[in-house]
């Protein structure tokens, strides 16, 4: 069973950064690519930022200029550093992984439960 694990959310003050990673364990062959995505109360799950087996990364708007992603291959682990957080930042984070299994063919998408990430003003 593959499980991705978040962490790294917190509270942070407007103008801050955080640094959120997304650990995958279980029969792993390959991850060929990897979203972070977020859901504000009252408000649908949203893409954040995404990186592919190629290292091609891709942002939303709102990212673009604030958020890096990137990944471990080593650790099967991606990061999202985030700058300049602002209250509309404020969401849990999700990490999405499309899974090429060990076990059996084809890819999966895998979730992780998520992090919470608040900025306070």
């Known amino acids: 069973q593959v499980q991705l694990v978040e962490s790294g959310g917190g509270l942070v003050q407007v103008g801050g950064s955080l640094n959120l990673s997304c650990v995958a364990t279980g029969p792993i062959r390959s991850i060929t690519a990897t979203g972070w995505y977020r859901q504000a109360p009252g408000k649908q799950r949203e893409l954040v930022a995404s990186i592919r087996s190629t290292s091609i990364t891709e942002y939303a708007d709102s990212a673009k200029g604030r958020f890096t992603i990137s990944k471990d291959n080593s650790k099967n682990t991606v990061y999202l550093h985030m700058n300049s957080l602002q209250p509309e930042d404020t969401a849990v984070y999700y990490c999405?992984?499309?899974?090429?299994?060990?076990?059996?063919?084809?890819?999966?998408?895998?979730w992780g439960k998520g992090t919470q990430v608040t900025v306070s003003s």
């Open positions: 999405k992984n499309a899974v090429a299994l060990s076990t059996i063919g084809g890819i999966f998408d895998y």
